[in-house]
């Protein structure tokens, strides 16, 4: 049986008054769409929020990871492993990628290989706005879109 992944985006301003939704979209996520792998980045604060309500979700659904989306080459930029997270992820190919668009470029990777996405995107002109918008348009995966508290 095959692993069903969600990768999460969202913006850089992201507050605690978040969690609550963040938590029932996972859970939702565990019990009904039978999601075992979670994926995502540590580039700002909607990323540390998914993180932590994922770990936390690990205390009652033992068999579900958390792996870290890295943009940049383990080499280049080291990276520890944050506390809570079973491994990491680099895509194919994204050596060549130039710098400036590292991180785009692995969440396009992020979203060409998950099944669900859970997004926090609620302001234009910015780089989570265009992963969902390619999400929608190049993807069949199933998004689920957060408000604002």
């Not at 769409?33 to 979700?57: N, T």
């Not at 080459?73 to 050596?95: A, T």
Request: aromatic letters at 10%; a positive charge.
């Amino acid at each position: 049986m095959s692993r069903k992944r969600c990768f999460f985006i969202g913006h850089r301003e992201a507050s605690d008054d978040l969690l609550p939704a963040l938590r029932t979209a996972i859970e939702q996520h565990i019990v009904d769409y039978g999601v075992s792998e979670f994926l995502v980045g540590k580039y700002g604060g909607f990323d540390r929020l998914a993180a932590q309500c994922v770990i936390e979700a690990k205390q009652k659904h033992p068999g579900i990871t958390l792996t870290l989306l890295l943009p940049y080459h383990p080499s280049e930029r080291k990276i520890d492993l944050p506390q809570g997270f079973d491994g990491s992820c680099y895509p194919p190919g994204q050596e060549s990628v130039p710098r400036q668009i590292a991180i785009v470029r692995a969440n396009r990777y992020a979203v060409d290989h998950s099944d669900y996405l859970i997004a926090y995107v609620w302001h234009a002109g910015s780089n989570a706005r265009n992963i969902l918008e390619y999400a929608e348009k190049y993807s069949s995966l199933h998004i689920t879109r957060l408000s604002r508290p």
